[in-house]
């Protein structure tokens, strides 16, 4: 049989969702190709999209069969069948550009060590989507001997504290460089798991959220918990964009904490409340240089 995909998003990060249907299908002895309407004969299409802003493709040959299609950017009730989604996925769809850190040239593999999430925020799909917390893999199952790992967990830390702790041993016996990218929760850092989020290798930041002024102080407490144990990881910080003047004021609390600030303009998940001009705006005040334009001046000189 022949399997055709379809990475809505693009190809410049990995679907992993695309992956687990690659590694399934080539293990039960189907060929899996990239879609190409003008060269692809498909017996099924599989076409996956993340975002409910990337524009739909659009081009599928008449021809050809409906595709299958899943992805928070189509429906988050869709799920892949236990065997896909349990099964080891396949990174060697993307090309190596797409999977090498360029900084220092290492292949990455992608996972999730947990799936769902203990927390309501309204902006966020993930209770919705995966449910509450519970762990899903283990790192050595992620990495398939890869030296850095970028783990897509939406709340590691609110996992039972002896998978926690045991997956962080595991991390630094292994060596394997890891990144949350979804960022960690600031609030669920304590003493123990500082020390061993600490002991850790780090592809290049500690990430958390400070996404309402409520979390100030639980960043603030969490990244000097870290650095109390030596810690000489890099710490980053996602800022959501509503209201500006929040937002500046978040923005300087986190050069405070001499940590990288990136701000990301509020987008409901209908996709119907676009980012304002403003909040792009803001958002090029921020990131541009790490936040390093906010120390010499504020949003309003900016924009001047």
């Known amino acids: 049989m022949k399997i055709a995909l379809v990475d809505v998003d693009g190809h410049n990060f990995p679907n992993l969702a695309l992956c687990k249907i690659a590694g399934f299908y080539k293990r039960e002895g ?108 283990t790192i050595e199952e992620i990495a398939q001997d890869r030296k850095e790992v970028v783990l897509m967990d939406n709340n590691f830390l609110a996992a039972p504290a002896d998978f926690v702790s045991d997956q962080l041993e595991r991390i630094r016996r292994s060596g394997i460089a890891i990144d949350f990218n979804q960022a960690l929760d600031a609030r669920l850092v304590n003493p123990e798991n500082a020390a061993a989020l600490a002991a850790c290798k780090w592809i290049r930041f500690i990430r958390f959220s400070c996404d309402t002024a409520a979390m100030i102080e639980p960043c603030r407490r969490a990244i000097s918990m870290i650095r109390q144990h030596n810690a000489k990881q890099e710490f980053f910080v996602y800022l959501l964009i509503r209201e500006i003047e929040d937002a500046e004021m978040r923005l300087h609390e986190v050069l405070k904490m001499n940590a990288t600030p990136f701000a990301q303009p509020y987008r409901d998940f209908s996709g119907n409340a676009e980012p304002t001009a403003e909040q792009k705006r803001f958002a090029a005040f921020t990131n541009v240089k790490g936040g390093r334009i906010a120390l010499k001046m504020k949003f309003t000189d900016y924009k001047k």
């Open 30 to 137: 189907h060929s899996v190709e990239w879609y190409s309407p003008l060269f692809s004969d498909p017996d099924m299409i599989f076409a996956s999209k993340v975002f409910t802003f990337t524009p739909d493709y659009a081009d599928y040959a008449a021809k050809h069969p409906e595709p299958i299609k899943g992805g928070t950017g189509y429906d988050p009730k869709v799920r892949l069948p236990d065997e896909i989604e349990n099964g080891k996925p396949d990174f060697t769809i993307y090309p190596e550009s797409v999977m090498r850190n360029h900084r220092t040239g290492n292949l990455q593999a992608y996972g999730f060590l947990t799936r769902g999430c203990i927390r309501h925020c309204p902006w966020c799909i993930v209770p919705e989507k995966e449910g509450y917390i519970k762990p899903v893999s």
